[in-house]
């Protein structure tokens, strides 16, 4: 099969661009090595779409984020998926941090960031009245917002797909051969793929992926961000996010109100050498709840139900590179850390003007369809609602998950959307993600996938790979628990 | 067979039962006992009898039907009382949301949803497990960590083993039968890693569970890190001081492919925090009377949902109190109000109930800080009782008499427990 | 010849988990001295676990037409502890058919040890 364009990598700047080329009557294929989009870095992202003031005047960085974040109340009401501006608050403690807001306010000014102010320490505790005393000014700007990346990267997808992209999930590449007459030789394990055009959205091996194409030497340092989820009881305990003042290396240590209602705090950053590992640390705790402690003094250890980490993909310089290669027809995006997220919409638009000016001819896709079926949250609706849905489908009245108040029909609507893993239901649905952290449902979640997909219980897995999570008592063989 | 659907749902009840494990059913037979006619018993599994069904070891009912049971046999008692007794039972069926004039909303996968008053509600939802995010080990996120009561699940109901070498966190009573359960199964269990200087689960069980399958218990230990990027590939554990820190320098690496957490119970109360309950710090339950009634007027708590329990019959007794109560209630008989309440002193955890009437005995169920040898329980100076030895693992039931508590006049009456000589 | 006559057992009837303390200085089982029990049950278990530990055993076995995929049995008694492992593995490959009734008996004298396994619940059959 010949594509006119291959993107590896689906996070969720391979899923926008997925989408954005989806426009375009092209052959599209994304190819992504995890046995689901979003898997990797955009799994574990903050989800903060940043308010466009954060990244210096003249980088790539800037520019993107405030042109990225414009772009989102069009993409949430087409696209369905967890997002509002609950703003932003930057705090200081000090007299010499107030004249860094006031360089923040400045830089974004010049943008044409709107609505940024200065508050007094009065006014921060009279809109934010868990947050300390200590707090001399804050820099509020209305225009930052949240969302579940996540399920950002799904609804994106699932919209491209409707579209016409191919989607080809477990698939890694290994090699990448440019041809003689041009285009690329694409080899995975299963398939190759020949295409025309290649974007690399490979994120924390977008490195290793340039290599293979001899389309730039780049070198890829995960620095490490550990983030802790605290019970939904907090909710409503900040409505903004709350950032330090931020120092040259770090945004800081952040409050974050996702979306849901939980509390996020974090993340650390430190550089490791290690692409895969995403472990948790005693000391990350510690550096977290310390600093959150300092200006939100009600944050206690005890209220943490959940924590992980995620890689930022960082590179020597610092800003993105979003830009054609030496490799004709290899288009680059490299070095997309924060604020990826929320440039990832205009990082799409701007590869869309980078494969046009490469030649390849870009005509409207008149059948183009920007709309996803809307999906049912069953907890938000009213009650009538409920009762007729319920009424038409017995599998909305029954409970799935307690804890988030998710209906059984909503898991099965997941896994018809494309979830085949529990971190696939779990982040489509969020069953098993609250209190019990799944210690209820992920038995009942796991019948509903080996029932839906036709696979047994063994064949269920975490999140692909070898994360099989039961076993048959009679002895298992070597590969029993593959991916599903 | 066991079924017993209302063929119609009313839309009120006497009495509403949300749960149907132990606590549940036998509330339904004392709302029974008590004249109240229509009593409806929900539960959210499309069985009755909660969690008893798992539990199929023995160690259950010597005390509220005086022979020893297992789990199931347990459950399936209780279940036939509750269908003599003429109580509707719905099952597939989530009690969504209350209101405090006691209007529930029900999301059922047999009812849709429905809206149903009641005169008055009992709370019986029993518990949930702590998972690892409640005490932040470290390390990576593979599968293959679970709670005790999960791995019950799969290996007891569905035939499915979580593993094959399990290493177990904490030596919770559900983790001590289910070391010996995968045993049995074929799992090698690798070990019990405890971080408190003594077993959290009866001494019965470390006995019968280890010790017959010579499974190591590691107390004052914990599991430091775990490791695997997709599946669990080990732990590394150590040696903990007295201020739980890890003794790094001494600790060992344990290869294992699977974590089971043993690490407590969680009442559950989603539901009650729907209403404006007052909840105590510590049981993080609802505070209770001495009827089980809590702080919103009509709505009752009890078993695991008020306080967690070792011992199921003490949840069937408890239980059968709070049902009395929310039948008396639902038709109109209210005793005297409690006009003592208790407060936790020296080495006591917490009372439940949290408040008592001098005109009535009761039971009084306790917790204790720290193991204690030959020592004296005392209530103020009205009442004292001596003990052999307390254990925080062990709850501590005291029967009080009115007599004693009609010879204290104050409000509040301090709980110790002291050693003695 | 190890000196021991008092022998510790802990007393497994109850939860109370009373201690038990054995005096075989007579080196006659028939006649061994309990005490530190709370009950007669706890005098009758230290006499014998003392001369022949036995235990209750309780498992799942495979079952067909029924909403969950094992049933719960329990020895009708209680089999020698050196067992009881054997036990367990005696039952492991039994499949039974839905419905089933509290008491069903799963395996007659498992091991010839005159103890029989039952089912210890209802199962419907779906």
């Known amino acids: 099969m010949r594509y006119d364009v291959a993107i590896i990598g689906g996070g969720v700047v391979g899923c926008a661009i997925a989408r954005a080329l989806s426009r375009f009557r092209l052959r599209t294929i994304l190819l992504e090595k995890e046995c689901e989009v979003g898997f990797g870095t955009s799994k574990s992202n903050s989800g903060i779409i940043h308010a466009g003031h954060n990244g210096a005047t003249g980088t790539l960085k800037g520019e993107l984020e405030w042109a990225g974040n414009r772009l989102w109340d069009k993409l949430h009401d087409e696209l369905d998926f967890g997002f509002h501006r609950n703003g932003e608050l930057m705090v200081a403690m000090s007299p010499e941090q107030v004249s860094r807001l006031e360089h923040f306010l400045e830089q974004g000014r010049k943008r044409g960031v709107t609505g940024l102010e200065i508050w007094d320490g009065d006014r921060v505790r009279r809109e934010e009245p868990a947050l300390s005393t200590e707090i001399v000014a804050a820099l509020a700007a209305p225009t930052a917002g949240v969302v579940n990346p996540y399920e950002v990267c799904f609804s994106l997808i699932e919209n491209a797909c409707l579209n016409g992209v191919e989607l080809a999930v477990g698939m890694p590449v290994r090699a990448i051969r440019p041809m003689a007459g041009g285009g690329f030789d694409i080899v995975t394990p299963e398939r190759l793929v020949h295409a025309r055009y290649i974007v690399n959205s490979a994120g924390l091996f977008s490195d290793e992926i340039a290599r293979m194409a001899g389309a730039g030497d780049y070198t890829i340092r995960p620095r490490k961000g550990e983030e802790y989820l605290l019970d939904k009881r907090l909710k409503g305990l900040v409505t903004r996010t709350i950032f330090p003042c931020p120092t040259p290396q770090s945004k800081g240590i952040l409050v974050i109100p996702t979306y849901d209602g939980t509390l996020m705090i974090g993340p650390t950053a430190g550089f490791i050498d290690d692409k895969n590992e995403r472990s948790t640390t005693a000391a990350g705790a510690e550096e977290i709840f310390a600093a959150v402690r300092r200006f939100c003094p009600g944050i206690s250890e005890r209220d943490c139900i959940a924590e992980f980490a995620g890689l930022r993909a960082t590179i020597e310089g610092d800003d993105f590179v979003i830009a054609p290669s030496k490799q004709k027809g290899f288009i680059n995006c490299v070095g997309i850390q924060s604020p990826g997220l929320t440039a990832a919409p205009a990082i799409a638009e701007r590869i869309v003007a980078i494969l046009r000016d490469e030649g390849l001819e870009m005509i409207e896709n008149d059948r183009f369809q920007p709309r996803v079926g809307k999906r049912v949250r069953f907890a938000t609706l009213s009650l009538e609602d409920q009762v007729r849905l319920a009424a038409e489908d017995h599998r909305f009245g029954r409970i799935g998950c307690r804890c988030e108040q998710i209906s059984e029909r909503e898991i099965i609507d997941a896994i018809h959307a494309g979830a085949r893993t529990l971190d696939g239901i779990k982040f489509r649905t969020r069953a098993g993600m609250g209190r019990c952290q799944g210690g209820f449902c992920s038995w009942r979640s796991m019948q509903l996938l080996s029932s839906e997909l036709g696979i047994p219980m063994t064949a269920v897995t975490k999140r692909g790979g070898n994360t099989w999570i039961v076993c048959e008592r009679k002895a298992k063989s070597a590969n029993e628990g593959g991916d599903a | 067979m066991i079924t017993a659907e209302p063929r119609h749902l009313e839309s009120r009840y006497d009495v509403v039962i949300a749960g149907a494990g132990p606590a549940g059913m036998a509330a339904a037979m004392g709302a029974r006992e008590r004249g109240a006619e229509k009593i409806l018993l929900i539960d959210r599994e499309r069985e009755a009898g909660g969690i008893l069904w798992q539990c199929i070891h023995h160690g259950f009912g010597l005390i509220h039907f005086g022979t020893e049971l297992t789990g199931p046999e347990y459950a399936q008692r209780c279940l036939q009382q509750v269908i003599d007794g003429g109580i509707d039972v719905l099952t597939d069926t989530y009690v969504y949301d209350i209101s405090p004039e006691r209007t529930l909303k029900l999301m059922s996968g047999t009812q849709g949803i429905k809206l149903v008053d009641a005169g008055a509600v009992v709370l019986a939802m029993g518990a949930r497990e702590r998972t690892r995010g409640a005490i932040r080990i470290g390390g990576e996120r593979p599968s293959g960590v679970l709670t005790a009561g999960l791995a019950q699940k799969f290996v007891n109901m569905m035939g499915l083993l979580p593993g094959r070498r399990v290493v177990i966190l904490g030596s919770g009573d559900i983790g001590l039968i289910m070391a010996r359960r995968l045993t049995l199964e074929g799992v090698e269990v690798l070990g019990v890693f405890e971080i408190m200087p003594h077993a959290n689960g009866l001494n019965r069980n470390v006995v019968q569970c280890l010790h017959d399958f010579d499974i190591p218990l590691h107390l004052s230990t914990t599991i430091v890190d775990i490791r695997g990027r997709e599946r669990v590939t080990g732990v590394t554990v150590a040696p903990v001081d007295e201020a739980f820190k890890p003794d790094m320098s001494r600790a060992w690496d344990v290869d294992c492919d699977t974590v089971m957490l043993s690490i407590g119970l969680i009442p559950e109360n989603e539901l009650s925090r729907r209403i404006n309950l007052r909840f105590d710090p510590v049981t993080t339950g609802p505070i209770v009377s001495s009827t089980m009634e809590t702080t919103a007027n009509g709505v009752f708590a009890c078993g695991n949902v008020a306080h967690i329990h070792d011992l199921v019959d003490f949840v069937s007794r408890e239980s059968l109190l709070a049902g009395r109560s929310a039948g008396e209630f639902a038709t109109g008989k209210r005793p005297p109000a409690d006009n003592i309440r208790l407060m936790p002193g020296d080495n006591v955890t917490y009372c439940v109930p949290q408040t008592v009437s001098s005109d009535r005995e009761h039971t009084i169920y306790m917790r204790v800080k720290k193991p204690m040898e030959e020592c004296t329980i005392k209530f103020g100076d009205i009442y004292s009782k001596k003990l052999p030895y307390v254990f925080p693992a062990e709850m501590v039931t005291i029967k009080m008499q009115a007599k004693f508590l009609q010879k204290f006049h104050g409000d509040t009456l301090r709980v110790d427990v002291v050693k003695r000589g | ?126």
Not at chain 3, 27 to 33: A, I, P, R, Y
Not at chain 3, 93 to 106: F, Q, R, S, Y
């Open chain 3, 1 to 126: 010849m190890s000196d021991q006559h008092i022998y510790e057992y802990l007393c497994i009837g109850c939860p109370l988990g009373c201690h038990l303390l054995v005096d075989d200085t007579e080196g006659d089982t028939e006649g061994v001295k309990v005490t530190g029990w709370g009950c007669k049950t706890g005098k009758a278990y230290g006499e014998q676990e003392h001369k022949d530990p036995r235990r209750n055993m309780a498992t799942s076995v495979r079952v067909k037409g029924a909403r969950w995929g094992r049933v719960p049995v329990k020895t009708t008694g209680t089999v020698p502890k050196k067992l009881v492992r054997d036990v367990a593995r005696a039952v492991q490959d039994i499949e039974i058919e839905a419905p089933i009734k509290l008491g069903t008996v799963v395996l007659a004298n498992v091991l010839g040890t005159g103890v029989d396994i039952v089912a210890t619940r209802d199962m419907e059959r779906l």
